[in-house]
């Protein structure tokens, strides 16, 4: 069977309050959603996240972690930090990461194997610019950011991992990709990782990220190689996440 993951992305949003109000109707309304539900969440929520979720439908994890197991790394957090929370995922190379904090394919590929060797399941972000869609270059793009981890953990790795296409161009602009283009680059990833292990790719979720909501969901996750998404505006907003959740 099919398996699909939504995940939310809060990014640097939220409060006590909030989060207490929005995970309450989350958990009221997840009953019956098809897919697997998670919400990745600033660092300092995700003790407050853990006494609210833990026993529940709902897994939860970060959006970010070091490269670094332990020492002199001011301002950083470990995977193992994040384990002690009970995340069960860590977001790794959100393309505002790659861009405003410099984070280069390696670095992520860096991030990915300290969430692994953890025990934490990566959601590792690829996807490319406006420019570098315009310019034909979308596959050799996403393609050489999959490479960087490909290189460095292996095909098995994918086993224990999530992939989230996300155009830079998509998020958090409104412009979401049609199912149509999301589809070519989806079946392009499965098709990459099917050339070195056909178990590893049938079985890899690969989740669309990019302005979805619970008007574009239904279109986008029917198609073959979408199985769910990565969700950031629309996370937080309980109606819209929970519609979103159901779709999955
Ligand atoms: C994201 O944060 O990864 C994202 C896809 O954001 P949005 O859904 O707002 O485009």
Redo the contacts with the bound molecule.
Sequence with gaps: MRRTLVAG?W?MHGTLAENEALLTAILAGIGDAKAQVAVCAPYPYLAQIQGKLTGTALAWGAQNLSQYGKGAYTGEVSASMLNDFGCKYVIVG?SERRALYGESDELVAEKYAAAQAAGLTPILCVGETLAEREGNVTEQVVGRQIDAVLNKCGVSSLAKAVIAY?PVW???TGVTASPEQAQAVHAFIRGKIRALDSAVADSLIIQY????KAANAAVLFSQPDIDGG?????ALNAEEFLAICKVG
């Design positions: 992305n990014k959100h996300e998509a998020i958090g990220g990019g302005s979805v990565l969700i950031g505006g629309a």
